[in-house]
């Protein structure tokens, strides 16, 4: 059991720069989820892919924000002029269908650090 | 549009002190109510789902309960591995795509000493 997985696991950056993460999904699973979790919080929905269609985007999700998923299989999240409002951990998930009897699973998350 | 609180923030336990945690939820037509334990540092791991008021899951000393308003995670004389956040979760009805996301409560705190 591989899990999802992440990568990299901890990105310290400065503001202005731009950033990319990945997400590798348990490999059967073709619906794909981003969330934000800030200290304290729990996780806030960033956006969602069924296969390699981006089907929904929270308003949480600005201009800067961005996110792919070719060919249905890992997909990134690529953050551009990063601000320190974007520091966070941003976590992946996946689930084998929609609904409520799939369950999400999710990796270990990208934690950033704009400093 | 849905919203999730639980209760209480945070929570310290003396080993074997059993005690219950609460998430209340307000969403129009529940599809599904997800417990997940997330350790620090880690990704939220999935516990329980629960569909429809009446409904209980057990798993080791963890149970949850669901009503019309809000769920209880029932921890029963805990250990000191139970020491995690707690995070629950709704999922609303499908709209286009719109009622797959999750939204989650801010969590609970459990700290087991023991």
């Known amino acids: 059991d591989t899990g999802v997985s992440q990568d990299p696991r901890h990105k310290i950056t400065k503001r202005g720069q731009n950033v990319t993460f990945r997400c590798d999904p348990i490999?059967?699973?073709?619906?794909l989820y981003w969330y934000r979790q800030t200290l304290g919080q729990g996780p806030e929905f960033l956006t969602y892919?069924?296969?390699?269609?981006?089907?929904?985007k929270s308003r949480l999700l600005s201009d800067r924000f961005s996110a792919e998923r070719p060919k249905g299989s890992f997909s990134t999240l690529e953050i551009q002029r990063t601000e320190q409002g974007d520091s966070a951990m941003y976590l992946c998930?996946?689930?084998?269908?929609?609904?409520?009897?799939?369950?999400?699973?999710f990796g270990p998350g990208t934690r950033l650090t704009v400093t | 549009e849905d919203q999730v609180t639980q209760s209480p923030e945070a929570l310290r336990l003396q080993e074997g002190e059993s005690s219950s945690l609460n998430c209340s939820y307000t969403?129009?037509?529940?599809?599904?109510l997800f417990w997940y334990r997330q350790d620090p540092g880690k990704g939220p791991e999935f516990l329980f789902t629960?569909?429809?008021a009446g409904e209980e899951k057990e798993k080791e000393r963890l149970k949850a309960t669901l009503t019309k308003k809000e769920s209880f995670l029932h921890i029963t004389a805990p250990k000191p591995e139970d020491s995690a956040t707690y995070l629950c979760?709704?999922?609303?009805?499908?709209?286009?795509?719109?009622?797959?996301?999750?939204?989650f409560g801010g969590g609970t705190r459990v700290l087991v000493k023991p």
């Open positions: 979760a709704v999922q609303a009805p499908l709209i286009k795509a719109a009622g797959n996301k999750l939204t």
């Open positions: 629960l569909y429809s």
């Open positions: 998930a996946s689930s084998l269908g929609s609904g409520a009897r799939y369950e999400q699973y």
């Open positions: 892919f069924q296969n390699e269609a981006q089907l929904e």
């Open positions: 969403v129009s037509g529940l599809r599904g």
């Open positions: 490999s059967e699973h073709n619906r």
